[in-house]
């Protein structure tokens, strides 16, 4: 079945230490974003990708990193540079590329990233 | 910057009663999607209904209908015939090309 893994489903990070976050995706989807999910809050744009090799910044992008080398992965680097990291992270795709957005984002089971 | 709200953090409703939920969006432009998205305890976000903001007409999905005010830029969901099930956060979002926003959600509450 198609549908947009992510993992770890737990992840604990030290202080002063990069972490990053796994999204494959089999759906065949040209974008893919990253958001975080903070209690009683919506979710917020860290980062999105159009198409493979390039990526533009969301609303919170700073403390992360992304890169999108291939078309089914976008990995999120959370950075030292991010003071504040432990919230849930979701990745989703969708299958427009440039289009108004008239597609539904497909999401992953998300990951709880936790401060030690 | 569009903005999204959601002014019902919690909602609760008796099995098999109506309950709506209320979502009002901000933005300057005329084309652009509208989405309801439901998140159980499980916290994967799962599509419930969508909205073309061309079309007049209201969206339905067998018990989820919307209410789409495009003058008010409002988009409230009902839910009919609620179940156990239905129990959730619920999110209102809106989109247009890479703008996607989202609501604070509502948390729903099914009584039996």
């Known amino acids: ?116 | 910057a569009q903005t999204v709200t959601q002014s019902q953090p919690e909602m609760s409703v008796q099995e098999a009663e109506t309950v709506t939920l209320s979502c009002t969006y901000d933005t300057s432009e005329s084309d652009y999607y509208l989405f309801w998205y439901k998140q159980p305890p499980s916290r994967q976000m799962i599509l419930v209904i969508r909205q073309e903001a061309y079309k007049q007409q209201n969206a339905t999905e067998n018990r989820f209908s919307v209410n789409f005010q495009k003058a008010a830029k409002s988009f409230s969901l009902k839910i009919s015939d609620s179940q156990l099930g239905d129990a959730a956060m619920y999110f209102c979002a809106y989109r247009r090309i890479n703008d996607m926003r989202f609501g604070a959600g509502t948390r729903l509450t099914v009584k039996p």
């Not at chain 1, 975080?36 to 159009?50: A, F, H, M, N």
């Not at chain 1, 680097?77 to 795709?93: I, R």
């Open chain 1, 1 to 116: 079945d198609g549908g947009i893994t992510q993992s770890p489903k737990y992840l604990f990070r030290k202080e002063g230490q990069n972490v990053t976050l796994s999204c494959e995706q089999n759906l065949n989807h040209d974008a893919m974003y990253w958001y975080r999910q903070d209690p009683g809050q919506g979710l917020r744009l860290i980062y999105y990708s159009q198409i493979v090799n390039d990526f533009q910044k969301g609303d919170i992008a700073e403390g992360y990193s992304v890169s999108r080398e291939k078309k089914e992965s976008f990995p999120l680097t959370v950075t030292s540079a991010q003071k504040n990291p432990t919230a849930f992270y979701l990745c989703a795709s969708s299958i427009d590329q440039g289009g108004i957005g008239n597609q539904p984002q497909h999401f992953g089971d998300g990951t709880r990233l936790s401060i030690l």
